[in-house]
């Protein structure tokens, strides 16, 4: 089994920065094919270097957990996670591990801040992003020069976070897809909403091989909602009934005339959803 390479943590994550931007062909797996540049060959990269083969010594999340496992280095869940550790996380809540990355820092109220690489997705690169802690599936704390994996050390605890809406038939939130309900359908891609111009766009993305996701108008609304939250962008907001216009910026309904300010924002690409009165007065009253 491979040995951790000698530097610290803050090391790692320093050379895992460096190398932000990057895209195939990459450090991690400078041979190897884009297709398979995933999350998990950029981790043992970072960890362990490449083998005698000039490939890393992993390419699934479950193997570096595993090798945690056999040293007395793993965790279960997300409790006292600290700079460093390396996750798994579930997207879909089945206990199989989806995904990997290294902790960069945590929040109290339940995010995390983290470092990743993947080539395995159109415009996938490398950078850090901020998750939520409750799809931590395990972790495993590695033996950093000048560090006990034996204690909790500078670790951060966590108020249990709640998970973000999401659909639930997508398991990968970095891969692109076309989220379509009776509202109308929005662009999903890294995270980011993107409204479409046309129903032509629409039928161009598909044909391109971006899957498309359908779920209920609810379910919609929830998902835009949160990743509007999450990436700090307005969402056009139509109220059943009401003339007037409205955009969400966090919790925060603003009305807008209808005019020049709504159409920069569906210019700009901004998603929409439609909302009952009920949910209009609620969100009036935060």
Not at 150 to 165: L, W
Not at 189 to 205: A, K, L, Q, R, Y
Not at 207 to 219: E, H, I, L, Q, Y
Request: a negative charge; one cysteine or more.
């Amino acid at each position: 089994m491979p040995e951790l390479l000698n530097r610290t943590a803050d090391e790692m994550l320093a050379a895992m920065a460096a190398a932000f931007g990057t895209r195939w062909p990459n450090p991690w797996w400078a041979k190897g094919n884009s297709a398979y540049d995933d999350c998990a060959a950029c981790v043992s990269y970072y960890l362990f270097g490449l083998n005698s083969l000039g490939n890393p010594f992993y390419t699934y999340v479950s193997q570096i957990q595993n090798w945690g496992r056999d040293r007395g280095l793993w965790h279960p869940g997300h409790a006292g996670l600290r700079r460093g550790d390396v996750l798994a996380f579930d997207w879909d809540g089945d206990g199989d591990p989806d995904h990997t990355e290294i902790v960069v820092s945590v929040s109290s109220g339940g995010s995390i801040v983290t470092s990743r690489g993947t080539n395995s997705n159109p415009g996938d690169d490398m950078r850090d992003r901020t998750r939520s802690a409750g799809y931590v599936l395990s972790y495993i704390r590695p033996p950093y020069p000048g560090t006990s994996a034996a204690t909790d050390g500078d670790a951060t605890p966590i108020t249990e976070p709640e998970k973000p809406a999401r659909s639930p038939f997508w398991k990968e939130d970095d891969m692109p897809y076309i989220l379509s309900s009776g509202a109308g359908q929005t662009f999903i891609t890294d995270g980011h909403p993107i409204g479409f111009d046309s129903s032509d766009e629409v039928m161009t993305t598909s044909a391109s091989g971006v899957p498309t996701v359908a779920v209920s108008k609810r379910m919609h609304n929830a998902i835009l909602t949160e990743l509007g939250r999450k990436v700090g962008l307005p969402i056009i907001v139509n109220v059943t009934g009401d003339k007037t216009i409205y955009t969400l910026t966090g919790d925060r309904l603003i009305g807008l005339a209808a005019g020049a300010s709504v159409q920069s924002l569906l210019n700009a690409g901004a998603a929409q959803i439609t909302i009952d009165p009920r949910d209009r007065d609620h969100l009036l009253t935060k």
